[in-house]
C-alpha cells in the first residue's frame, strides 16, 4: 500500500497504539470485565428466579432495560448518520472522526438490543421472533430493522477499514503472528490497484447513502414502539423524528465525549484538533436547539389540551414531588446549558465543550427514563393498588448492576477496537487536499511525544 | 476394585429408589387427571380421604366440582367456535363490591390472591359524580391493540370474539401490558406457585392452567366452559347478576337467574362500552349505576383492611357517612 507523506505520518504517529496493548488498557480491561461478570450474575439470578428481581410490574412492565436500549441503539444510529454524512460530504476536517462515528455504531448496535432482550421474560424462546413473526407488530419491525441496521452498519465499518488493514499487513508492526494473519485475511489482498480503488469507493458510497435513510428510518420504528400504544406521553405524531433528533443529539455528545479521551490518551491533538470540538459543538447547539423544540411542543400541545391523562402525566413531570427535578436537570442540562456555552465564544473550547456534552449525555439518559416511567406510571383506569411497588417503579441493584455491566461492554469495545485500528483513520485522509491539509492537519514535528 | 464395588452398590440403590419414585409420581399424577376429569353425577355416593385418615363416603353434590374440560388442539384454541359472538353485560346498579367474582375467578383459573385478572375499581366519573362499583375484566376488544402489537401471534384474536394468550408462544415482552389501555393483562415475575397435579397438566390456550413464568396471561372469559354451555364463575358466583354473558349473534345473554335479550337491555338500559373513544370496540358493555341497588358503602365496610387502603382517597366519602 502507498500512503502520502501525510497519512505515512499519521500511521507512524499512531502506530504504537495498535502494537502494544499497555498497561493502562489491560488495567481497564480488567475492570470493565469485572462490571460484566457481576452483570453476569445479576442476569443469572434474573433468569433463575424470574422478573421479580427487578423493579418491573405489571403497570410498569419496562423500566431501566428499555431506558438503556433507546439510549444506546440511539447512539448507534447517530453514528451511522455522521459517519455516512461525514463519507459523502466532501470536508476535509470531518475525515479523523469518521472512524470514531462508526465505532460508536458498531458498539452501540451490539450493547444496545442486549437490553431489550433483559426486558424479555423468556429466553428460551427468542427464536419465536423469527420463527412466528408477527408483520403488524412494531416489535417486528424493531427485530427486522435492528437486525438490517446491523449488517449495513458492519459491512460499513468493514469497508472503510480494508485499506487500513492492508497498511497494517504491510507494516511489519511488532506484532502477534496471529494478529498479523488476522490483518492479511481482513485486508482481503487490497493492494491499492485501480479497479480495487473504485470498487471500494463505490461500495463505500452506496453504503452511506443506505445508511443514512436506514438510521432514520430504524430510530422511528424504535419511537413507534411507544407511539403505536395509547398511552399518554407516547401516542404522538411527532415521536418518529423526535427520537431521530434525540439519537442524533445524544450521540453527537458522545462522539465529543470520546473525541476528547482519545486525544488525552493517544495524544492526537494533531488530527483531533479544537477546530473538531467547536465544530462538532455547532452541531451540537443546532441539534439541541432542534430537540428542545420538539421537547417544547410536546410538553406545551399536552399541557394546553389538558385531555385528563395527558394533564396527569404533565403534572408527574412538572410536580416537584415526583420528577419535577428530573425533568428540570434533562431539559437544563440536555437542552440550556449545551446551547448556552457553544453560543459564548469564551467557552467554546475542547473542555468546556467535552464536560458540557458530558453532562448533556447523562440529560438524555434521563430524558429517555422520563419518556418512558411516568407514562406507565399513568394508567387510564385508577390503579386501586395497594402494592407499592406496582404503583411506582423503583430500579433494583440487578437492574442498575446490569446498566453499569452495559455500559462496561461499551467501554471495553472502544478500548479493545481502538488496539486493534488506529482510531484516526490512516487511508481515509487522502481525500484531503494539500491546501486544506495544512490548514486542518498542520505537519507534525518529529520530535513530538510519541503516544504511549 | 472394591471402591468401585461400593459405588456401583450405592448407584443401584439409587436408581432403585428412583424407579419407585417416579412410579410412584406417575401414579400419584395419573390418580390426579382420573380424579379430576372423571364427571360425578349429582346425588352419587363418592368416597373420599379425610384429613384424619379416614374414608367418608358423602354426597357429590356436596362437592365443588373444579375441572377442566377436554383439551382442544392448539389450532382449535386459536380458531374459536364458530357461530358465536360472545358478549358480557356488566350492570353497574347492582354491583356491591361483593367480590365473589374475584374469588371464583382465581379459584377456578389457580391464581393466587393478588393476581387479579377480574378487580373491581370504584370510578368517579367527575368531581360531584357520585362514586360507584365498577368490575373490570378483559373486554376482549374487537379491535385489540394488544393483538396488534404482539411480535410472536401469541395473543390473539379468536372468531368468537374472544381474545386469548398462548403461553407456549409468548416471549415475555409485555409489549401487549403497554399496549392495552385498561392495564388487563398480568405478568408471572416469578414462578407462579402451583400444586404438583396442575403444575403438570396439559397448557392449554383455553384454560390458561398451568401459568408460566415469564409470560403474560389475563381473563379468558372460558371458553372452556362455554363449549360445555356453562357460564364464567363470575357470573355464577356474583350473589347480584351483576355479570350477564351470552352470545351476540342469539342476541341472548343470561346472570344465570334471568336471561334476556341483548339489544334490548342495552336499549332499555342505555349501555354503554368503556372508554368507546379509544376505538378498542369492546366486547363488554356496561349498564349506568342508576337506580342503584346498594349504596355504594356498602361495598367498602365490609372490606379487609387491606383492601380498604385500595380506595383511600375515597376515605373521606364512606368515614363521613359513618
Given amino acids: ?452 | 476394585m472394591k471402591q468401585e464395588e461400593v459405588n456401583d452398590k450405592s448407584r443401584r440403590d439409587f436408581l432403585k429408589t428412583a424407579t419407585i419414585a417416579t412410579v410412584a409420581t406417575a401414579a400419584c399424577g395419573s390418580l390426579a387427571c382420573s380424579c379430576s376429569s372423571k364427571k360425578a353425577g349429582i346425588n352419587e355416593k363418592v368416597k373420599l380421604l379425610s384429613p384424619d385418615g379416614e374414608i367418608v363416603e358423602i354426597d357429590s353434590a356436596y362437592l365443588n366440582h373444579q375441572e377442566h374440560m377436554a383439551i382442544v388442539s392448539k389450532l382449535e384454541a386459536r380458531e374459536g367456535i364458530a357461530g358465536k359472538k360472545f358478549v358480557m353485560v356488566v350492570d353497574l346498579a347492582l354491583c356491591k363490591n361483593a367480590r365473589k367474582c374475584i374469588t371464583a375467578c382465581q379459584k377456578w383459573h389457580y391464581r393466587p390472591e393478588e393476581t387479579e385478572w377480574l378487580t373491581v375499581k370504584l370510578l368517579k366519573d367527575s368531581d360531584k359524580g357520585a362514586p360507584y362499583w365498577f368490575p373490570k375484566q378483559c373486554f376482549h376488544c374487537d379491535n385489540p391493540p394488544c393483538v396488534k402489537v404482539c411480535p410472536v401471534d401469541a395473543t390473539y384474536k379468536r372468531q368468537d370474539g374472544i381474545v386469548l394468550i398462548d403461553n407456549d408462544r409468548c416471549i415475555g415482552c409485555k409489549f401487549c401490558m403497554a399496549a392495552c389501555p385498561y392495564s388487563t393483562r398480568v405478568f408471572n415475575w416469578d414462578e407462579p406457585d402451583l400444586s404438583f397435579d396442575i403444575k403438570n397438566l396439559v397448557y392449554n390456550p383455553e384454560t390458561g392452567i398451568p401459568a408460566k413464568v415469564g409470560t403474560v396471561e389475563k381473563c379468558d372469559f372460558c371458553p372452556d366452559r362455554a363449549k360445555e354451555g356453562l357460564l364464567p364463575p363470575c357470573v355464577e358466583a356474583c350473589p347480584n347478576g351483576v355479570f350477564y354473558f351470552g352470545d351476540e349473534n342469539e342476541d341472548t345473554v343470561t346472570n344465570g337467574s334471568e336471561t334476556v335479550s341483548f339489544t334490548q337491555l342495552i336499549k332499555d338500559r342505555a349501555g354503554y362500552r368503556y372508554m368507546e373513544e379509544l376505538g378498542t370496540k369492546p366486547r363488554v358493555y356496561y349498564l349506568p349505576p342508576k337506580d342503584r341497588q346498594f349504596p355504594v358503602e356498602r361495598g367498602y365496610e365490609s372490606l379487609s383492611d387491606d383492601l380498604k387502603e385500595r380506595f383511600k382517597e375515597y376515605k373521606d366519602i364512606f368515614e363521613k357517612k359513618n
Fill in chain 1, 1 to 452: 500500500m502507498e500512503l502520502n507523506n501525510y497519512q505515512q505520518e499519521a500511521f507512524n504517529y499512531q502506530r504504537k497504539t495498535i502494537e502494544k496493548y499497555g498497561k493502562r488498557a489491560w488495567g481497564w480491561t480488567i475492570f470493565y470485565l469485572l462490571c460484566i461478570i457481576a452483570g453476569a450474575y445479576a442476569l443469572y439470578l434474573q433468569i433463575a428466579k424470574g422478573h421479580g428481581v427487578t423493579g418491573m410490574r405489571d403497570n410498569v412492565v419496562w423500566g431501566l432495560f428499555i431506558v438503556n436500549f433507546i439510549f444506546f441503539i440511539g447512539l448507534s444510529y447517530a453514528g451511522a448518520i455522521i459517519a455516512g454524512i461525514l463519507h459523502l460530504s466532501k470536508v476535509s476536517w470531518g475525515k479523523p472522526i469518521v472512524r470514531l462515528a462508526q465505532f460508536m455504531t458498531i458498539i452501540s448496535v451490539v450493547v444496545g438490543p442486549v437490553f431489550i432482550l433483559l426486558c424479555v421474560g423468556r429466553f428460551d424462546r427468542l427464536h419465536h421472533l423469527f420463527v412466528y413473526p408477527r408483520i403488524q407488530s412494531p416489535m417486528t419491525w424493531d427485530v427486522m430493522a435492528v437486525v438490517t441496521f446491523f449488517a449495513g452498519s458492519v459491512l460499513f465499518l468493514y469497508m472503510a477499514l480494508i485499506k487500513d488493514f492492508a497498511v497494517y499487513r504491510d507494516a511489519k508492526l511488532d506484532i502477534p503472528k496471529w494478529k498479523q494473519k488476522l490483518y492479511k485475511a481482513l485486508s482481503l489482498g487490497y493492494r491499492g490497484a485501480a479497479s480495487q480503488k473504485r470498487h471500494l469507493i463505490i461500495s463505500q458510497n452506496l453504503l452511506a447513502i443506505i445508511m443514512i435513510p436506514l438510521s432514520i428510518i430504524v430510530a422511528s420504528i424504535l419511537s413507534w414502539i411507544f407511539g403505536m400504544t395509547l398511552r399518554p406521553g407516547w401516542h404522538s405524531t411527532i415521536f418518529g423524528p423526535y427520537f431521530v433528533i434525540g439519537a442524533l443529539y445524544s450521540g453527537c455528545g458522545v462522539l465529543i465525549v470520546a473525541m476528547w479521551f482519545y486525544r488525552k490518551m493517544y495524544k492526537l491533538n494533531n488530527y483531533f484538533t479544537d477546530k473538531h470540538f467547536t465544530y462538532l459543538g455547532y452541531i451540537m447547539l443546532v441539534l439541541a436547539a432542534g430537540y428542545g423544540y420538539f421537547t417544547f411542543s410536546e410538553y406545551f400541545t399536552s399541557w394546553f389540551g389538558s385531555e385528563k391523562w395527558d394533564g396527569e402525566l404533565i403534572h408527574k413531570l412538572f410536580s416537584p414531588s415526583e420528577y419535577g427535578w428530573w425533568t428540570l436537570f434533562a431539559n437544563l442540562a440536555g437542552i440550556f446549558i449545551p446551547i448556552l456555552i457553544v453560543a459564548i465564544p469564551a467557552t467554546r473550547k475542547p473542555n468546556w465543550i467535552t464536560l458540557v456534552a458530558f453532562i448533556m449525555v447523562i440529560a438524555m439518559w434521563v430524558k429517555r427514563y422520563l419518556i418512558i416511567v411516568p407514562t406507565l406510571e399513568t394508567t387510564l383506569l385508577p390503579m386501586q393498588d395497594t402494592r407499592t411497588e406496582y404503583v411506582k417503579y423503583a430500579a433494583t441493584w440487578p437492574e442498575w448492576v446490569l446498566t453499569i455491566a452495559g455500559i462496561a461492554t461499551f467501554l471495553l469495545f472502544f478500548t479493545v477496537m481502538s488496539k486493534f485500528v488506529t482510531v484516526v483513520p490512516i487511508t481515509g485522509l487522502e481525500d484531503t487536499n494539500n491546501k486544506h491539509q495544512e490548514s486542518v492537519h498542520p505537519v507534525i514535528k518529529k520530535e513530538e511525544v510519541q503516544p504511549a
